[in-house]
């Protein structure tokens, strides 16, 4: 859509309105046969059509081009009023600077900033709004340390909101409490599970170092019983040798 052609001042060329919502251009477009639209309609339109609206020349999206400079430049020195000329805003200027004027106009309807409040107000009177909103939050003025909103004043019970607290607080060492208790408990069971595993590599370490220390022991005492056997026949050959 484009801009509503009642805003300008003077005379507005009919070669700078949309061929299809026929306000003034906005964001245009030209096609081949060099009539001009708004992005937005021009891309509505060829959703359902193939051909421009005005002369029925095949066209489609990749054959639109921006605007001519020189139309460009004459629609941007087109002169209208701001868009809040209703809520009395006077201001005149080019469509060049119009978007920046109203972003910053005085009398935008804006939103309330507080979290809740459904009003829409000019912005040169936010300030004075905001002082008196009802969702405004301020601290407890009775020093709980309680932010608060100005609709909850005399809801607002400085004791009752500190007991709730504690109990939040305590409901969440009692937690933490239980998951360090969890934690240490899992890590415990966990070097339990790993000292009796490795007790039992030890234990089954120390039987097989027994099992080598027999078969050691036997080997050293077969060795000893054949070098006294090995002894006794060279003194009994000595002996014999002797007697001869």
Known sequence: MGYDIERFVGYVNEGLLCSICRDVLE????????????TACIHGWLVHHSNCPEDRQVIDVSLLRPLYRYMKNDLNRLQLHCRNREYGCEMVCSLESID????ECEYSQIPCSNAGCTVQIERRNLDGHLAVCE??????????????????????????ELRTELELLRSEMICRVEEAKHEMESRLDSQRRHMVQKESILQNEIE?????????????????????????????????????
């Open 135 to 160: 969702y405004r939050s301020r601290e407890c003025p009775n020093g709980c340390g309680f932010t608060i909103l100005s609709a909850e004043d005399t809801q607002h019970n400085c004791v009752a």
């Open 208 to 244: 097989e170092l027994k099992s080598q220390m027999s078969r050691m022991m036997s080997d050293v005492r077969s060795l000893m019983a054949a070098e006294r056997q090995h002894r006794q026949e060279l003194e009994q050959a000595e002996l014999e040798k002797q007697e001869l």
């Open 27 to 38: 964001d245009p477009l030209q096609a081949p046969c060099e009539h001009a639209f708004c």
């Open 100 to 103: 920046r004027h109203e972003r």
